[in-house]
């Protein structure tokens, strides 16, 4: 046959890497060993070549101890022959033994039958650096020998190293060969003249003559100091490998052909939380690991079977991934041990790379966000989006994004998710002067417990947000917001987490003033194209009171209206009367992002009616806000929609006539049906949603996720026989629908175990909101009862005194009227009138507290000097006999023209300085503000009278309140409530400070842009 090359053999056996590792004997090349990859490119690593180097050398040092060993064993059976033979030809054997002598690289020293050497080769003399003629007839073979390993290795009992014929190859042979020819080779250190050692491995053979008589022995010892250095030098590889196993970061594992536990290092300890040190591993049965370690595992079968799969194919394995159920990931590496063939073992690897497998998460998360932004065009995409990509690391389970309003200079919460509608109220917006708004200025993230980041603070935090963190958001330097994140799950956020939230805030600032710009280029060119633009569509353009500004002419044409009646007509006109209440509340719904279409008819002016769609948009117009309204004629598709309709009648009655979604979910494969009013339900089309299980959990509200388990859970288990859960189920608008959900298995696995599933989701929102407004209205019940005692307890107390003293007065002029004098009973009078007027006050304080918190009151705000409303009302006070000059006003304005409704402010401020004289001493000290802070318009009220217990502080605006320091004084607890009713209908707020027998400041804050004019 041909022959064929050595590329054709590997090319034949799909061979297409090979690696190469020479065997090595004492320095000298023997052979070599070769690794093969089989049908893929193998690119060796260098732990791989470093771990296969080692095993060559292993291998080398094995194969040349073998050849020594034979070596050893030949010469021996030469000598044997050698022996036998000489009996027969004593001259042939004398001249073979020279030859052999002389030239063997052995040692050999023959004794006559007395012990004393009589031939000594010349490879013994170089060797051992003695010269034959010292030691024939002269010496015995204890020259060489250390005394103290005779002692260890013989059982000769009178060894006397000073006797220079105690020991030789004599004693040797009678104790050991006995009836034999040859002793057993034994291992010894000769030493040489100059002092030095060598290892030998020593046969010591008699010389009988014919007669069978003694006539000496013969020792032949081989030179084994090599191999000795050899087998230290493997001994030390080997330790030295086992101690690189031992202190490898990862976790490494041997096994034997048994599968059994023949190495194993602290880090597979660490890795799999075995508590016990490597060595007591050392035995243990792998398959019975591994089935003790699969409860660690998602998929625990998998985890088996994977490994039996990879112990069979004998492939080397390279970064085979698994996942724990602690959320960790492993990576693994396998090298099956292989020598010609026959399986040694097998070397497995394993590392824990979550953290390389989070930052290759949070790269794409970043990724994608960047491409999102670039593409985004609205502010609160934006902000939705990158919100979305916080939520999408593990740790976060809510977000709060702020923005500075441009105009109040306040932080404002624009988007959140995962925070309860309790919390936001709360955290809806922070002023300059709150502590919140200081550490978002101070333009450094900030991580840790709420109470560690701010201090001295009375709000309640959700006990299930654990870590806090604020990252500021930046734009050019300047900070225009930040970015707050919370965990339900972490103590602590890890450094990688931290790293891509900051990473991901960095990306808002620009991309936010990006929009803005497009934005305002945008609302540019729309001003300008908007009338010129010659769609079909109804346009409407609003001011922010819902007035038309202007409309396109295809309203002028087809509603039958000139441009002059519909300029300046309120939108709602244009829509059927008998819907423009639902038409209100349907774009309410929509400019606040609820919503996105309005199905209202407009209402042409000859009573006509055409069926639309309307979108509404906030925008500008002349630089104003304006509100853009586009209509869209659907009558044709209206038609349209009504012959499809009654084609798929008996289809949709039969699936959903009940108006309920239908789902059908296979539990084995985990694929869920979903019907067309399933997903129209929460707001989606047909295609928006996948046929998963993933996706219905994904919908449903993470507060309710687990109690909807626990219900499949009873059902499946035959703790119920229907299946019934209500809970909430996020809508594509970003809202939340209570869903109720009703199911029941229809097939079962030859275990009994439930296979399908089949349900209905039914929308009880409506049914929930009534709920809701149904306990508010029960809160609101209580809450008005308790007013309702608390104005009974004031009103008695309040109204007995004055009451008594009219009904003794009154008792007196009937019966003493004619001995009175017209002074007498004028005076009797005017004190029946005061008392009156008392009683009236009490009642219109009562009434007007009442219509200001009804919204009843009229607001009408108009530019006042409020200097001189100040002025005007402390000179009143100053006249009067009890202040007589003690109230002091201070101010930096000359005038201050601010839009107020003068009669509240009168009001406020009266009743403040009223406080003030009424809880003071005889010696009231009334000092008065008015000046700007924090740009804010202050006015301040400080008194030095009784103060308000601090127990009492917090209920100090509740209607009918009074302090337990203040029963004795004359009022009715209606005062500050007024003041702070009053001041926040001016967009303002009240504040105080107060300590017991020192006195109270109270303070009214208004917001800069109630001032119009000042000097």
């Known amino acids: 046959p041909e022959a064929i090359s050595e590329k054709e053999i590997l090319q034949a056996q799909d061979i297409v890497s090979i690696l190469v590792i020479p065997l090595l004997s004492a320095g000298s090349l023997i052979g070599f060993l070769g690794f093969d990859s089989v049908g893929k490119t193998k690119d060796w690593q260098n732990e791989d070549i470093l771990l296969l180097t080692m095993v060559g050398e292993i291998l080398g040092s094995g194969f040349g101890r073998m050849k020594y060993e034979e070596d050893l064993i030949r010469i021996n059976t030469q000598l044997e022959l050698k022996v036998e033979e000489r009996t027969r030809d004593i001259r042939k054997l004398l001249e073979l033994n020279r030859i052999i002598v002389d030239n063997a690289d052995i040692i050999i020293i023959s004794t006559d039958q007395n012990g004393i050497i009589k031939s000594f080769n010349p490879f013994a003399a170089k060797m051992l650096g003695y010269e034959a003629f010292e030691l024939i007839d002269k010496q015995t073979p204890l020259i060489f020998f250390d005394p103290s390993e005779i002692k260890n290795k013989t059982n000769y009992p009178s060894f006397d190293e000073n006797h220079e014929h105690a020991f030789d190859f004599r004693i040797l042979a009678s104790q050991s060969l006995k009836d034999q020819k040859i002793i057993e080779e034994n291992e010894w250190t000769y030493i040489c003249k100059n002092g030095r050692r060598i290892k030998v491995l020593l046969s010591v053979s008699k010389l009988d003559d014919e007669m069978g008589n003694t006539l000496g022995f013969v020792g032949v010892a081989i030179d084994i100091t090599d191999r000795k250095l050899a087998e230290e030098a493997l001994k030390t590889i080997t330790q030295n490998l086992t101690i690189l196993i031992q202190n490898l970061q990862a976790g490494t594992l041997f096994e034997n052909s048994e599968r059994k536990i023949t190495l194993v290092n602290q880090s597979f300890c660490t890795l799999f939380g075995i508590n016990l040190p490597p060595d007591a591993l050392v035995g243990f049965d792998c398959a019975a690991a591994s089935e003790g370690s699969k409860h660690m595992m998602k998929n625990p079968d998998q985890f088996i079977e994977r490994i039996l799969e990879i112990i069979s194919r004998r492939e080397i394995v390279i970064s085979d991934e698994l996942y724990l159920k602690d959320g960790r990931v492993f990576e693994r590496d396998y090298i099956p041990i292989l020598l010609n063939d026959d399986l040694l073992g097998h070397l497995w690897q394993y590392r824990d790379i979550t953290d390389r497998k989070v930052n290759e998460r949070f790269s794409i998360i970043q990724r994608d966000l960047g491409f999102s932004l670039a593409a985004t065009t609205t502010i609160e995409e934006a902000l939705s989006q990158v919100m979305q990509s916080m939520m999408q690391i593990e740790e976060i389970n809510a977000v709060g994004v702020y923005l500075i309003n441009q105009q109040s200079a306040e932080l404002e919460l624009v988007v959140h998710e995962g925070l309860p509608d309790e919390f936001v109220q709360m955290v809806q917006r922070y002023k300059q002067d709150q502590a919140q708004y200081k550490i978002v200025q101070n333009g450094e993230p900030v991580y840790g417990f709420y109470n560690e980041i701010v201090e001295n603070t009375n709000m309640v935090i959700p006990e299930s947000l ?314 609101k019940e209580k809450e008005l009862n308790d007013l309702k005692s608390r104005f009974v307890a004031t009103a008695s107390h309040e109204f007995r005194t004055p009451l008594a003293s009219i009904l003794m007065v009154s008792e007196t002029l009937i019966a003493y009227q004619k001995k009175m004098d017209e002074i007498q009973i004028s005076t009797r009078l005017m004190k029946i009138k005061e008392h009156v007027l008392h009683l009236t006050n009490i009642v219109n304080d009562v009434l007007h507290l009442s219509r200001i918190q009804e919204g009843k009151i009229g607001f009408n705000p108009n530019d006042e000097d409020l200097l001189k409303i100040c002025l005007k009302i402390i000179d009143g006070f100053n006249s009067t006999i009890m202040v007589k000059g003690q109230i002091t006003f201070k101010t930096p304005f000359k005038t201050l023209i601010v839009k107020v409704d003068s009669r509240l402010i009168t009001q406020a401020i009266n009743n403040l300085i009223s406080n003030a004289i009424k809880y003071s001493s005889e010696h009231p000290q009334i000092a008065i503000e008015l000046k700007l802070k924090n740009d804010e318009l202050i006015l301040s009220v400080q008194d030095n009278g009784i103060g308000i217990p601090e127990k009492d502080q917090k209920h100090l605006f509740t209607p009918f309140f009074r302090a337990g320091n203040a029963s004795t004084i004359q009022g009715n607890g209606l005062g500050l409530s007024i003041v702070k009713e009053s001041v926040q209908m001016h967009g303002g707020t009240v504040s105080f400070k107060s300590k017991p027998a020192i006195g109270s400041t109270f303070t009214l804050h208004f917001p800069i842009g109630v001032i119009s004019d000042y000097s």
């Not at 309204?629 to 659907?634: A, E, T, Y």
């Open 466 to 779: 654990r870590q806090i963190g604020v990252i500021p958001i930046k734009y050019e330097g300047k900070i225009i917001g930040a970015v707050n994140v919370a965990s339900r799950s972490s103590e602590r956020l890890n450094f990688t987490t931290k790293i891509s939230l900051e990473i991901i805030a960095a990306q808002i600032g620009g991309t936010l003033a990006r929009i803005s710009t497009e934005n305002a280029l945008k609302l540019s060119q729309r001003n300008f194209q908007l009338m010129f633009d010659t769609i079909d569509d109804f346009m409407f353009i609003l001011n922010a009171e819902g007035k038309i500004i202007k409309t396109n002419p295809v309203v002028q044409r087809r509603l039958g209206y000139t441009p002059d009646e519909l300029c300046g007509m309120s939108v709602l006109e244009v829509h059927p009367p008998a819907r423009r209440e639902e038409a209100a509340h349907i774009v309410g719904e929509m400019l606040a992002g609820r919503l996105d279409i309005c199905p209202v008819p407009l209402y042409k002016k000859n009573g006509e009616i055409i069926p639309v769609e309307t979108k509404v948009v906030f925008g500008k117009w002349d630089g104003n806000n304006a509100i853009y309204g586009i209509s869209r004629d659907i009558s044709e598709r209206l038609k349209a929609e009504e012959t499809l309709r009654k084609s798929e009648e008996r289809w949709l009655f039969a699936l959903e006539g009940s108006g309920d979604g239908v789902w059908d979910w296979d539990i084995l494969t985990g694929e869920v049906f979903f019907s067309k009013q399933w997903k129209a339900m929460l707001g989606y089309s047909v295609s928006e949603i996948d046929n998963t299980l993933e996706e219905w959990k994904s919908h449903i509200h993470p507060d309710d996720l687990q109690i909807w388990l626990a219900a499949l859970n009873k059902h499946f288990t035959g703790e119920t026989e229907v299946y019934v859960n209500e809970h909430r189920m996020l809508c594509k608008d970003g809202n939340y629908k209570w869903i109720l959900d009703r199911g029941k298995v229809v097939e079962w696995t030859v275990d009994h175990e439930p296979s399908r599933i089949i349900g209905t989701h039914t929308d009880i929102t409506p049914r929930k909101l009534f709920e809701e407004q149904l306990r508010k209205a029960i809160d």
